[in-house]
DNA sequence: TTGCTGCCTAGATAGATGTCAAATTAGAGG
DNA sequence: CCTCTAATTTGACATCTATCTAGGCAGCAA
């Protein structure tokens, strides 16, 4: 279930600050990379969602017309992109967001006057 | 030079928020495959951290060692992606960000009960 | 007109990725 | 031990994508 981060070092001045070297770049766009699968999007918004706080996975299963293997694969996908977590408990596995990397990549795409600076913007919701 | 937005009606409610339909997810899922690429995010940085807000791609074709087609494609894919936008001028072609973009996304990574920096956050849901 | 430059398009190709079926591992309980 | 269920791994396959070369179009200047 241990499963290295690939992504560590990743990000934090927002894309419209100084120049992003080619390490991170490739760092960054691998977090991108897991996040560009629609499944993978809900898969995540089940788990962040979820109000325990933690999905199991069978749970997560049953909303797409997809075999087990493959909503495994995703997750495999999401937790070595840093994004979630594992862990298992008796027969289950319950997966929990990072939340970390979400603050993180929030403040990658803030940009230049606006307010709330090197920090998450506030919870307003827009919707 | 004009190219449709495939993906207008994107996202607004973060991850953590109420459930993520299936339409939803497929176009935010386009636009983070847009940011899949490390290359695309480089010129992306580039473009939205000019001086003068924006690009010439004369300007983004040298940092790379890649063909002109390339950085073309990549630009493409931005552009359709909704995140930059084109314009001709004489001889050169300058790229623009589109900030509404940038901004959305921002809100999207937004964690509940979460004032600022990087801290774990409470367990408490707005909503 | 002709030529030159900047940028984009078209077509081809090697490599990456999403999906499934089959096999495997881990735990619970006979 | 054996069996059942939950979840992951493996291997195969079709599709998608990043990159290149070759060619086309637009603008500028002789």
Redesign the interface.
């Known amino acids: 279930m241990e499963l290295e981060d690939v992504t560590a070092p990743v990000c934090c001045s927002p ?6 070297g ?1 390490d991170e ?2 760092e ?3 977090v ?2 897991a ?8 898969l ?3 788990i ?2 979820a ?1 325990s ?1 933690e999905a199991c996975v069978c749970d997560l299963t049953g909303p797409f017309e997809l075999t087990g293997p493959t909503i495994s694969h995703h997750l495999k996908v999401l937790r070595k992109a840093g994004l979630i977590n594992g862990e298992r408990r008796g027969t289950w596995v319950y997966y929990q ?1 990072v ?2 990397r ?10 230049p006057g ?1 307010a709330g600076r ?6 307003r ?3």
């Open positions: 894309l419209s600050g100084p120049t992003l080619g770049a490739v960054l766009a691998g991108f990379k996040l560009s699968d629609p499944v993978r999007l809900r995540l918004n089940m962040a969602s109000p706080g967001v939340p970390e979400l603050t993180r990549l929030s403040g990658l795409f803030t940009l606006q090197g920090g998450a913007p506030d919870a919701r827009l919707r």
